[in-house]
C-alpha cells in the first residue's frame, strides 16, 4: 500500500502531456468485441482500470498484447460470454460489454456493478434500451442475463442523459437490423470518440455529440484502428492545480472544445486561460475569486470536476456555491477537505464553500478517484505536509500523477505505507 506527501506551497511551472482519455478507453476496449480480427488502439493510459478491462477481455476469450500506450486486441475466439463479478465489483464500466456481446453473440451475462461511493449508478436505462430492441432480460443471482435473436431497431428515449446507457446501446446498435435513434442521448465527447472509432470499423453513426443519434445497423465489421482522445479531466485537473497554486502551465494536448466549462469557470474565478496550439496555458491569480458551479451532463460543467473545483474554491475571496446535480453522494470529499482547515457547509445537493486564507497540512484519505484528486491540489496549496492515504482510488484515473506533478516543481513523492 501507498500514499502520496506532500509540501504545499510551491507554484506548478512547465508543460505536463495529458495522457489518453479512460472514460474513452474502456468502451472502445469493449468495442473490440464487436468483431474479430486485429484491432488496434494506441494512446491507452496506463490505468488500474485498463488493466481490469484487460483481463476482462482475456477471462471472455480475446487476446490481448499491449506495450507501451498501444494494444492489438484480438477477439476471434471469445469463448465466454460472461463478466464475473469478481471484475465487475472493481470496475461498474465493465457492462459496457453488454451490448457488443449481445450485439455479436446474441447472448450476453453480466454482473450487476452493484452500488458506488459516489451513488447507487443502476444500469435500469441500458436494460430498458436493449429490451426496446427485442432483447429478453432476466436477472440470474445477480447476473443480467440477456439473450436474442437478432438486435432489432428501435427508437429509445433516455429518462436522463446516461454516458454509459448511450454507448451501451449504441455499441449493440451497430449490429441490429434496422435502424436504432438514440434520443436524449448523452452528449459527452468521449461519445464522439466511441462513435468514430465504430464508423472506422463500417458502422453507421450520425449525430454522436448531439441529443439524437441515428444508427443504420450493418451486418458485419471490420477491426478497430483508432487513437484514444486526450483526457479532458486530466487536463482539467492540471489545469485547476495551476490556478490554485498561482502558477504558470502549458497542458499539452489539452481540447479547449471538450473543456468550454471549465475554462470559463476558471477564467470567472480569476485565472488567466489562453489557448494555445498544442494545448491550455493557464496562469493562477493572485487572488482566487469565489464562483457557483452547478454540475450537469455535457456541455454543462462535468461532475468529474466538481471535486476538484471544490479544492481550488476552499481557498476564494468569498463564499462559492456548488451544485452536483449528477450524483446523489459526491461529497465525500468534504469532511476531508475541512481536516485541512476548510470551512464547507453541505446543504442538500449544495455545498457553501466559504474561502478561508491557508489549508494547513494533515493526513486525509481517498473516498473515490475525483476525491482523491482534490485532496493532492488541496495539499499542494496547503502549508505544511499532507499525506493522502488509499491511493488505489487515484491509480484508477491518474497516469503517473506525482512524477508529472514533480516535474512541475511540486514536492511531492509516494512512499510505501
Ligand atoms: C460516466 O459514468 C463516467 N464513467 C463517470 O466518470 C462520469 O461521472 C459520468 O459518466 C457522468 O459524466 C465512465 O465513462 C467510465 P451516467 P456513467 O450513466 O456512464 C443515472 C470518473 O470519475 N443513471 O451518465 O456510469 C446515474 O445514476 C467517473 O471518471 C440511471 O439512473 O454515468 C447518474 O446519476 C465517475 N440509470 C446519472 O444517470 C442508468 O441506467 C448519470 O450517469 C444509467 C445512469
Known amino acids: 500500500m501507498n500514499k502520496i ?29 464487436l468483431t474479430g480480427g486485429d484491432h488496434h488502439l494506441s494512446n491507452i493510459p496506463q490505468l488500474r482500470d485498463i488493466r481490469t478491462v484487460f483481463e476482462l477481455l482475456k477471462t471472455l476469450g480475446a487476446e490481448v498484447d499491449c506495450s507501451g500506450d498501444s494494444a492489438v486486441i484480438n477477439a476471434d475466439r471469445v469463448e465466454s460470454i460472461e463478466a464475473p463479478y469478481d471484475l465487475v465489483k472493481t470496475m461498474r ?20 456493478p452493484g452500488g458506488c461511493a459516489i451513488g447507487a449508478r443502476p444500469i435500469d436505462l441500458h436494460l430498458k434500451g436493449l429490451a426496446a430492441m427485442g432483447a429478453e432480460i432476466s436477472l440470474d443471482h445477480g447476473y443480467v442475463e440477456a439473450r436474442v435473436e437478432r438486435l432489432k431497431g428501435a427508437t429509445i428515449y433516455f429518462d436522463m442523459p446516461t454516458v454509459g446507457g448511450t454507448e451501451n446501446l449504441m455499441m449493440a446498435a451497430t449490429l441490429a437490423e434496422g435502424t436504432t435513434v438514440l434520443e436524449n442521448a448523452a452528449c459527452e465527447p468521449e461519445i464522439i470518440d466511441l462513435a468514430t472509432a465504430l464508423n472506422g470499423m463500417g ?22 484502428n483508432h487513437r484514444v482522445m486526450a483526457d479532458r ?12 497554486t498561482r502558477g504558470n502551465v502549458l497542458v499539452k494536448d489539452a481540447d479547449p472544445v471538450c473543456l468550454e466549462a471549465v475554462i470559463s469557470k476558471l477564467r470567472e474565478a480569476g485565472a488567466q486561460v489562453d489557448l ?86 494533515a493526513p486525509v484519505m481517498a473516498t473515490d478517484l475525483r476525491a482523491s484528486a482534490s485532496l493532492v491540489l488541496a495539499g499542494l496549496a496547503a502549508d505544511n505536509t499532507t ?19 514533480l516535474a512541475l516543481g511540486a514536492d511531492i513523492q509516494r512512499v510505501a505505507i
Open 276 to 361: 494555445c496550439e498544442d494545448g491550455i496555458r493557464v496562469k493562477g491569480a493572485e487572488e482566487i475569486l469565489p464562483i457557483q458551479i452547478k454540475t450537469s451532463p455535457h456541455p454543462g460543467f462535468p461532475t468529474d470536476m466538481q471535486a476538484q473545483f471544490m479544492a481550488m474554491l476552499t481557498l476564494a475571496n468569498g463564499t462559492s456555491v456548488i451544485a452536483e446535480n449528477v450524483f446523489e453522494n459526491r461529497f465525500m470529499h468534504v469532511c476531508e477537505l475541512q481536516r485541512l482547515g476548510s470551512n464547507i457547509r453541505i446543504d442538500g445537493k449544495q455545498a457553501l464553500v466559504e474561502g478561508v486564507d491557508m489549508l494547513l497540512g
Open 93 to 112: 464500466a465493465s457492462v459496457l460489454v453488454l451490448g457488443p456481446l449481445l450485439a455479436r453473440y446474441g447472448h450476453a451475462r453480466v454482473s450487476l
Open 387 to 405: 499525506e493522502v492515504s488509499r491511493i488505489y482510488h487515484l491509480d484508477r484515473g491518474y497516469e503517473r500523477l506525482e512524477e508529472k506533478l
Open 203 to 224: 458502422a453507421q453513426i450520425s449525430g454522436a455529440g448531439t441529443d439524437t443519434i441515428t444508427i443504420e445497423g450493418v451486418d458485419a465489421l471490420r477491426p478497430m
Open 233 to 244: 479531466i486530466e487536463a482539467g485537473t492540471f489545469m485547476v492545480a495551476a490556478a490554485m
Open 5 to 33: 506527501v506532500i509540501h504545499g506551497g510551491n507554484p506548478l511551472n512547465g508543460t505536463v502531456q495529458v495522457s489518453g482519455a479512460k472514460n474513452s478507453a474502456l468502451p472502445l476496449l469493449c468495442a473490440t468485441l
